[in-house]
């Protein structure tokens, strides 16, 4: 991707002003820069480096503001508010030097946090290349700030270029920011500026402050000392089962792939089990090229059909072979399932080896994603492949640093700390799934609110509009009511709606049974959007579905209470189906499946296997796939359980 013209440094040097040919500094610190957007109807400081005590200059709206630079060289101004409008330029000068910021805009600025869905980009997302080439959003502006992190807070970005909504730029943008901003624009009609500030695989932890997270100032250091001893460990145990660490693919002589060979004696060769990243099967920290090779059995009438080779996904790169034949190469596909045709003619009877070589070049690696996605195919009948592999290094990369994301405090140190000075609208969020696990789950209602609040007093505005996604459904949906650790984190996520100034989009409707990272992206930012023209707008529209309010034990049924129930509530978003989704249980805890029907806009549970019933959930899985009580307008409610039992304490019969 090409980038946005940086901030022109214009030295009048070059005009013979800067004596002995000494290059002044005069700076202005991310995310100012070129293309940015300015918050409206606020002051907003503008701030970078001169030479120590130098006076600096800002020319912008017709208006002079000066600073004086201190001994360190840092310096200061802030401009007056401004209503919505550009493009604009701001000139900035000191005695030797000048420093142009061009095609600047006022409008509203939007953090977009979080880990992977919403570091997401539009060209991976649903119906991309038509969502690309169609466009033309000059006044929505992007910058996505460097992955970075620091164990103690700083005031610089790492840097950051923006970007306009254009078929050029638009491809990198954050996906659910950029269909947010896009649905929003038309109700607000001011530019969107979107300050992308992701990491995917984060845990909340590494987004939050010392302060917040209870740590002492020392902390810091003491982290690092772990991080080394943890590399140190890593660097080793790698040592110690591969020797020296090879840097060149050993499995290539002059492009020939000789570990590819169908004879190829692998008695040397690891074991791993496939499917699952490499990180999860004891080879943490690494990185680069690895051969994977196992074999299937054909008979003679089999090996005349062909095939089909499904592999699973891949992450990152991959060059398949069978019996040393080439059959399919896919690069910087990382969640696409492969699946290869394979000539008769590349088929024996008997033994068929398959070679992969996979290349990975950060975060996970190897081959991975449901057991069912390997297999051999002839004429409609698989083999499955999934089971043990051989497997070895071609080159090594050590990967020490993907595990910063799960470091407290270190993304805020570096990636948000040094926005605070920046005035913003809003946050919008998206993460949670790095804190899902069963250890996790309850603890993130805590210090999820423990951050949004932390965030507002750091950015000095106490209802700074904070507005988050759910996590959407994941995983093969239960055939018999039961536990949920996604269930128990999203009720963590609806626990910070007692915060103002906070709307949750629900998207449990919106998710992928096989795939963490859902494609429709639109739909997020397009719930995100009604949200923010309620929320961080005031208008008065409905932008929330229903939201359990309380419950009614009634003649052997459980009448339940919502609130955001909109013109009313309804099955499967207007649909006349029946309700489904519910559980109900009695004091014994069995959870079985519920009828459910809306009546006056209240919501009745029974079943006949429960004559007296104490409890009700709903949507109380990973994947609740067919959970469909909406309110008219569209919008999904959102999961629920009316007890307070957790999953280690009931103790079934």
Request: charged letters at 25%; hydrophobic letters at 40%.
């Amino acid at each position: 991707m090409r980038a946005r013209r940086s901030s022109a440094a214009l030295l009048l040097a070059s005009l013979g002003l800067l004596a002995h040919g000494a290059v002044a500094e005069l700076r202005v610190a991310p995310p100012i820069g070129d293309g940015m957007v300015v918050q409206r109807q606020v002051p907003v400081p503008i701030h970078g480096w001169a030479d120590a005590n130098a006076k600096v200059v800002v020319t912008f709206g017709g208006r002079i503001h000066t600073a004086r630079a201190d001994s360190a060289g840092r310096w200061k101004v802030e401009l007056p508010p401004r209503e919505a409008g550009g493009p604009y330029e701001m000139r900035i000068t000191s005695a030797t030097a000048e420093v142009l910021v061009r095609d600047l805009l006022v409008g509203d600025l939007w953090i977009c946090s979080g880990q992977s869905n919403m570091e997401w980009v539009v060209a991976d997302s649903l119906d991309a290349a038509r969502e690309i080439a169609t466009t033309d959003e000059p006044a929505i502006r992007h910058l996505k700030v460097p992955r970075s992190w620091a164990l103690m807070p700083e005031t610089t970005l790492a840097g950051g270029v923006w970007e306009p909504a254009d078929p050029e730029h638009v491809g990198g943008f954050t996906a659910v920011g950029f269909f947010f901003a896009r649905a929003l624009r038309p109700h607000v009609q001011v530019p969107i500026g979107l300050v992308n500030t992701t990491w995917g695989g984060s845990r909340i932890e590494a987004w939050m402050s010392a302060a917040a997270l209870g740590l002492e100032e020392k902390a810091g250091q003491v982290l690092l000392a772990q991080e080394r001893a943890w590399e140190e460990e890593v660097r080793q145990r790698l040592e110690a089962r591969v020797g020296e660490l090879p840097d060149r693919d050993r499995g290539l002589a002059d492009g020939r792939p000789l570990w590819a060979e169908p004879d190829l004696d692998e008695s040397a060769w690891h074991g791993i089990s496939v499917p699952a990243l490499w990180e999860q099967v004891d080879w943490e920290g690494l990185d680069g090229i690895a051969w994977y090779r196992t074999a299937f059995e054909l008979t003679a009438a089999e090996a005349a059909m062909g095939a089909r080779l499904g592999l699973g996904k891949i992450d990152d790169s991959d060059i398949s072979w069978v019996n040393g034949h080439r059959v399919g190469t896919t690069e910087m596909a990382w969640n696409r399932p492969r699946v290869y045709d394979v000539r008769p003619e590349l088929l024996v009877e008997g033994r068929n080896v398959i070679a992969v070589r996979v290349e990975d070049t950060g975060g996970g690696g190897g081959i991975y994603g449901d057991p069912e996605s390997l297999f051999v195919e002839v004429d409609g009948r698989r083999q499955p492949l999934a089971g043990s592999w051989r497997f070895q290094l071609g080159a090594v990369t050590l990967n020490l640093e993907d595990r910063k994301r799960e470091m407290p405090t270190v993304l805020y140190n570096k990636m948000v700390h040094p926005l605070l000075p920046t005035p913003v609208k809003g946050v919008l969020w998206y993460q949670g799934e790095s804190n899902s696990g069963r250890d996790d789950a309850f603890e993130y209602r805590r210090l999820f609110a423990t951050m949004i609040e932390d965030w507002r007093q750091r950015w000095g505005n106490e209802e700074l509009p904070f507005l988050y996604a759910q996590l959407a459904n994941y995983g093969q949906p239960p055939a018999e009511p039961g536990e949920s650790d996604w269930a128990v984190l999203r009720e963590s996520q609806s626990a910070a709606l007692a915060l103002a100034a906070t709307a949750q989009v629900v998207l449990i409707d919106a998710g992928e049974a096989d795939d963490i990272h859902p494609r429709d992206k639109q739909v997020v930012g397009e719930r995100l959007a009604l949200a923010a023209r309620q929320v961080a707008y005031g208008e008065e529209i409905v932008y929330s579905g229903p939201v359990y309010r309380g419950i009614e034990v009634d003649n052997g049924s459980i009448v339940l209470d919502f609130d955001h129930v909109g013109s009313g509530l309804v099955a499967g978003g207007g649909s006349t189906g029946a309700l489904r989704g519910f559980a109900i249980a009695g004091a014994d805890r069995r959870f079985v499946w519920a009828e459910a029907e809306i009546e006056d806009n209240r919501v009745a549970v029974r079943s006949g296997r429960v004559p007296q019933p104490v409890a009700v959930r709903y949507g109380w899985a990973d994947n609740p796939e067919g959970a469909n009580l909406y309110n008219r307008e569209g919008l999904p409610a959102s999961p629920f359980r009316t007890d307070a039992w957790e999953a280690e304490s009931a103790e079934l019969p």
